[in-house]
Protein backbone atom coordinates (compact mmCIF):
# COMPACT_ATOMS: atom_id res chain seq x y z
CA UNK A 1 0.00 0.00 0.00
CA UNK A 2 1.62 3.54 -1.35
CA UNK A 3 1.39 6.20 1.81
CA UNK A 4 0.19 9.41 0.37
CA UNK A 5 2.00 12.45 2.82
CA UNK A 6 -0.06 15.95 2.34
CA UNK A 7 2.13 19.20 2.60
CA UNK A 8 -0.48 20.55 4.41
CA UNK A 9 -2.74 19.26 6.97
CA UNK A 10 -6.21 20.84 8.36
CA UNK A 11 -6.22 21.51 12.08
CA UNK A 12 -8.32 19.02 13.25
CA UNK A 13 -5.63 16.62 11.72
CA UNK A 14 -4.41 13.99 13.97
CA UNK A 15 -1.40 11.42 12.75
CA UNK A 16 -2.03 8.42 14.98
CA UNK A 17 -0.16 4.86 14.07
CA UNK A 18 -0.86 2.88 11.04
CA UNK A 19 -2.51 0.17 13.36
CA UNK A 20 -4.73 2.77 15.18
CA UNK A 21 -6.06 4.13 11.68
CA UNK A 22 -6.72 0.81 10.14
CA UNK A 23 -9.15 -0.29 13.80
CA UNK A 24 -10.67 2.86 13.72
CA UNK A 25 -13.90 3.79 11.68
CA UNK A 26 -14.17 5.54 8.88
CA UNK A 27 -17.45 7.75 10.25
CA UNK A 28 -17.35 9.34 13.82
CA UNK A 29 -19.00 12.28 14.85
CA UNK A 30 -17.37 15.80 15.98
CA UNK A 31 -18.26 17.80 18.65
CA UNK A 32 -16.64 21.45 18.78
CA UNK A 33 -16.46 22.88 22.17
CA UNK A 34 -15.41 26.67 23.10
CA UNK A 35 -12.94 25.17 25.98
CA UNK A 36 -14.30 22.34 27.45
CA UNK A 37 -13.84 19.23 25.38
CA UNK A 38 -11.75 17.21 27.26
CA UNK A 39 -13.86 17.96 30.68
CA UNK A 40 -16.25 16.82 29.06
CA UNK A 41 -15.69 13.79 27.35
CA UNK A 42 -14.57 13.07 30.56
CA UNK A 43 -17.34 13.41 31.97
CA UNK A 44 -19.36 11.42 29.66
CA UNK A 45 -16.90 8.21 30.09
CA UNK A 46 -17.89 8.62 33.74
CA UNK A 47 -21.25 8.25 33.38
CA UNK A 48 -21.45 5.42 30.39
CA UNK A 49 -19.67 2.05 31.35
CA UNK A 50 -16.96 0.63 28.95
CA UNK A 51 -15.70 4.67 27.75
CA UNK A 52 -13.08 6.37 28.11
CA UNK A 53 -10.75 9.11 27.36
CA UNK A 54 -8.38 7.57 24.44
CA UNK A 55 -5.84 10.01 23.49
CA UNK A 56 -5.58 14.41 24.07
CA UNK A 57 -3.72 16.12 21.45
CA UNK A 58 -2.85 19.80 21.58
CA UNK A 59 -1.81 21.07 18.21
CA UNK A 60 1.54 22.93 18.40
CA UNK A 61 0.64 25.67 16.20
CA UNK A 62 -1.09 28.96 15.35
CA UNK A 63 -4.50 28.12 14.55
CA UNK A 64 -8.16 30.63 14.01
CA UNK A 65 -8.69 28.62 17.69
CA UNK A 66 -5.73 29.91 19.17
CA UNK A 67 -2.13 30.01 19.74
CA UNK A 68 0.02 27.14 20.13
CA UNK A 69 -0.97 24.86 22.75
CA UNK A 70 -5.40 26.27 23.07
CA UNK A 71 -6.40 23.61 20.77
CA UNK A 72 -7.37 20.20 21.83
CA UNK A 73 -8.60 17.33 19.83
CA UNK A 74 -10.00 14.62 21.85
CA UNK A 75 -10.70 11.01 21.16
CA UNK A 76 -12.85 9.24 22.81
CA UNK A 77 -14.91 6.21 23.33
CA UNK A 78 -18.62 6.19 24.80
CA UNK A 79 -20.70 2.20 24.71
CA UNK A 80 -18.26 1.12 22.26
CA UNK A 81 -18.86 4.52 19.83
CA UNK A 82 -15.69 6.23 18.73
CA UNK A 83 -16.00 10.30 18.73
CA UNK A 84 -13.75 13.09 18.58
CA UNK A 85 -13.85 16.76 20.26
CA UNK A 86 -11.83 19.63 19.95
CA UNK A 87 -11.55 22.97 22.05
CA UNK A 88 -11.07 25.58 19.61
CA UNK A 89 -12.57 28.66 21.04
CA UNK A 90 -16.64 29.39 20.64
CA UNK A 91 -17.80 28.49 17.18
CA UNK A 92 -21.47 27.44 17.12
CA UNK A 93 -23.12 26.35 19.79
CA UNK A 94 -24.78 22.89 19.95
CA UNK A 95 -28.81 22.81 18.68
CA UNK A 96 -31.52 20.08 18.60
CA UNK A 97 -30.60 19.51 15.05
CA UNK A 98 -28.19 16.79 16.13
CA UNK A 99 -28.27 14.46 19.34
CA UNK A 100 -26.77 11.53 20.81
CA UNK A 101 -29.21 8.32 21.10
CA UNK A 102 -28.74 6.05 23.59
CA UNK A 103 -30.75 2.79 23.78
CA UNK A 104 -31.08 2.07 27.44
CA UNK A 105 -31.67 -1.58 28.38
CA UNK A 106 -34.45 -0.93 31.21
CA UNK A 107 -35.58 2.20 33.02
CA UNK A 108 -33.18 1.34 36.01
CA UNK A 109 -30.72 2.68 33.05
CA UNK A 110 -32.04 4.96 31.61
CA UNK A 111 -32.73 6.58 35.00
CA UNK A 112 -29.00 6.56 35.48
CA UNK A 113 -28.18 8.18 32.75
CA UNK A 114 -30.54 10.38 33.04
CA UNK A 115 -29.36 11.71 36.05
CA UNK A 116 -25.91 11.67 35.11
CA UNK A 117 -26.18 13.61 32.51
CA UNK A 118 -28.43 16.48 34.07
CA UNK A 119 -25.69 16.76 37.08
CA UNK A 120 -24.18 19.95 36.75
CA UNK A 121 -26.24 22.16 35.16
CA UNK A 122 -27.90 20.47 32.33
CA UNK A 123 -31.70 20.56 31.38
CA UNK A 124 -34.47 18.25 30.27
CA UNK A 125 -36.29 18.98 26.93
CA UNK A 126 -39.07 16.99 26.17
CA UNK A 127 -39.75 13.59 24.41
CA UNK A 128 -36.82 11.58 26.00
CA UNK A 129 -34.53 14.83 25.06
CA UNK A 130 -31.96 16.49 27.69
CA UNK A 131 -29.02 18.94 27.33
CA UNK A 132 -26.13 18.23 29.27
CA UNK A 133 -23.81 21.51 31.20
CA UNK A 134 -21.91 21.24 27.70
CA UNK A 135 -25.10 22.16 25.59
CA UNK A 136 -25.05 18.73 23.36
CA UNK A 137 -28.21 17.19 23.24
CA UNK A 138 -29.24 13.66 24.20
CA UNK A 139 -32.33 11.17 23.79
CA UNK A 140 -32.32 8.61 25.97
CA UNK A 141 -34.88 5.92 24.94
CA UNK A 142 -36.14 2.44 26.03
CA UNK A 143 -34.51 -0.06 23.67
CA UNK A 144 -38.07 -1.76 23.49
CA UNK A 145 -39.50 1.63 21.66
CA UNK A 146 -38.58 0.78 18.62
CA UNK A 147 -40.11 -2.63 18.79
CA UNK A 148 -43.30 -0.44 19.63
CA UNK A 149 -43.01 2.09 17.11
CA UNK A 150 -42.73 -0.19 14.38
CA UNK A 151 -45.60 -2.54 15.31
CA UNK A 152 -47.79 -3.32 12.20
CA UNK A 153 -50.73 -2.13 13.73
CA UNK A 154 -50.59 1.58 13.25
CA UNK A 155 -53.52 2.13 15.92
CA UNK A 156 -50.60 0.51 18.45
CA UNK A 157 -48.11 2.22 17.40
CA UNK A 158 -49.93 5.31 17.84
CA UNK A 159 -51.08 4.52 21.23
CA UNK A 160 -47.64 4.64 22.15
CA UNK A 161 -46.59 7.71 19.62
CA UNK A 162 -49.10 9.67 21.61
CA UNK A 163 -47.73 8.71 25.45
CA UNK A 164 -44.53 9.35 24.44
CA UNK A 165 -45.40 12.85 22.84
CA UNK A 166 -46.72 13.78 26.93
CA UNK A 167 -43.45 12.32 28.79
CA UNK A 168 -40.39 14.53 29.34
CA UNK A 169 -38.45 11.73 30.54
CA UNK A 170 -39.25 8.36 28.87
CA UNK A 171 -40.99 5.88 30.94
CA UNK A 172 -41.15 2.32 29.60
CA UNK A 173 -44.16 1.13 32.08
CA UNK A 174 -46.26 3.77 30.84
CA UNK A 175 -45.23 3.02 27.14
CA UNK A 176 -45.75 -0.43 27.22
CA UNK A 177 -49.46 -0.03 29.22
CA UNK A 178 -49.97 2.47 26.14
CA UNK A 179 -48.94 -0.37 23.71
CA UNK A 180 -51.13 -3.12 25.10
CA UNK A 181 -54.01 -0.85 25.04
Not at 50 to 76: E, M
Not at 122 to 148: H, I, S
Request: hydrophobic share 45%; glycine share 6%.
Amino acid sequence: MRRVEFRCRPTWYNPVSEDVRMASPKLLPFLWYASEAEEAAAFYAAIFSGSRVDRVTVLQSDTPGGPPGAVKIVDFTLLGQPLRAMSAARHHEFNDAISLVVLCDDQAELDRYWDALLAGGGRPQACGWLVDRFGVRWQLVPAALDTMLRDADPARAKLVTDAMLQMVKLDLAALERAYRG
